[in-house]
Nanobody, 122 residues
Framework: QVHLVESGGGLVQAGGSLRLSCAVS????????MAWYRQVPGKQREWVAA???????NYADSVKGRFAIFRDNAKNTVFLHTRSLKPEDTAVYYC????????????????WGQGTQVTVSS
């Protein structure tokens, strides 16, 4: 059984920063790619960033240079450091596990957390 628990969301002013965490239970963590997605009500879930089992990362253009994804395999945790936040970053952020890469593209895994709300005020 795999469980993902996100934390770290909250209300922040534009230009601020937050560190999101995703704690993963289960045996898949160290061998699998991980990712963060976000979703605004009424819109499709959007991929934000991914990290391979070896630590290679890639980002959506909308967050490149502002967000950074890290993983701590010893703690079975993946982080999303966000900075220079904008009101358009407001969304529920979800952690995804069990994914893999095809070339440079992250293929969504089947495990999701419950999400953590990030609200950026202008």
């Amino acid at each position: 059984q795999v469980h993902l628990v996100e934390s770290g969301g909250g209300l922040v002013q534009a230009g601020g920063s937050l560190r999101l965490s995703c704690a993963v239970s289960g045996s898949i963590f160290s061998d699998d790619a991980m990712a963060w997605y976000r979703q605004v009500p009424g819109k499709q879930r959007e991929w934000v960033a991914a990290i391979s089992s070896g630590g290679s990362t890639n980002y959506a253009d909308s967050v490149k240079g502002r967000f950074a994804i890290f993983r701590d395999n010893a703690k079975n945790t993946v982080f999303l450091h966000t900075r220079s936040l904008k009101p358009e970053d407001t969304a529920v952020y979800y952690c995804n596990a069990g994914g893999r890469y095809s070339g440079s593209a992250y293929l969504t895994g089947r495990y999701w957390g419950q999400g953590t709300q990030v609200t950026v005020s202008s």
